[in-house]
Antibody
């Protein structure tokens, strides 16, 4: 059974940093692209970042470029999102998801981890 | 990249059919067959229900169907059921940012 479990969310002050993790199991992690998607309270979904299967290519939404860094450790079946320079508008539930196919549709999602940015 | 426009809300009665539209441009919806749709119930993670415009993942009811005409993608739900009440999001790859974009979401109410 495919499972994605996010962790690392919590309360952080504006300007602070946080690292999210996503542990994967039930599939060959190193053969799939992985994505981070977020959802602010009461709002819609927003793509945040993506990384290809071997970690050689990364993608970022313009809203986080230069502040967030996506990475993966295929030996540990774990995806990461290092977040810096956090703003109140970054407050959201962050989901990791598995990407499949040329269009990278997201076929499995984690349960999400909440990031609260507040002083 | 702004969210792809979707109707904010729709409603229908059990047994009826409804169609949710997702309007893009030639840089996203119209230019690629990489449109997917997600269903999200309150407090839950999104669930993939349509990918590559019209394909259904295993286990998804055949009451859900997808299509595309020009720059507009559509999700049709036939034979509405109470459990279909949820938020629905389209998504597409976009060459304008070489990334992906979601629609703004449509809240479906089953009366």
């Amino acid at each position: 059974e495919v499972q994605l479990v996010e962790s690392g969310g919590g309360l952080v002050q504006p300007g602070g940093s946080l690292r999210l993790s996503c542990g994967a199991s039930g599939f060959t992690f190193r053969t799939y692209s992985m994505h981070w998607v977020r959802q602010a309270p009461g709002k819609g979904l927003e793509y945040v970042s993506a990384i290809n299967d071997n970690g050689g290519s990364t993608y970022y939404a313009s809203s986080v470029k230069g502040r967030f860094t996506i990475s993966r450790d295929n030996s540990r079946n774990t995806l990461y999102l290092q977040m810096g320079g956090l703003k109140t508008e970054d407050m959201a539930v962050y989901y990791c998801a598995r990407g499949v196919g040329s269009g990278s549709y997201l076929d499995y999602w984690g349960q999400g981890t909440l990031v609260i940015v507040s002083s | 990249q702004s969210a792809l426009p979707q109707p904010a809300s729709l409603s229908g009665s059990p047994g009826q059919s409804i169609t949710i539209s997702c309007t893009g441009t030639s840089f996203d919806v119209g230019g690629y067959n990489f449109v997917s749709w997600y269903q999200q119930h309150p407090g839950k993670a999104p669930k993939l229900i349509i990918y590559d415009v019209s394909k259904r993942p295993s286990g998804v009811s055949n009451r859900f169907s997808g299509s595309k005409s020009g720059n507009t993608a559509s999700l049709t739900i036939s034979g509405l059921q109470a459990e279909d009440e949820a938020d629905y999001y389209c998504s597409s790859y976009t060459s304008s940012t070489t990334f992906w974009v979601f629609g703004g979401g449509t809240k479906l109410t089953v009366l």
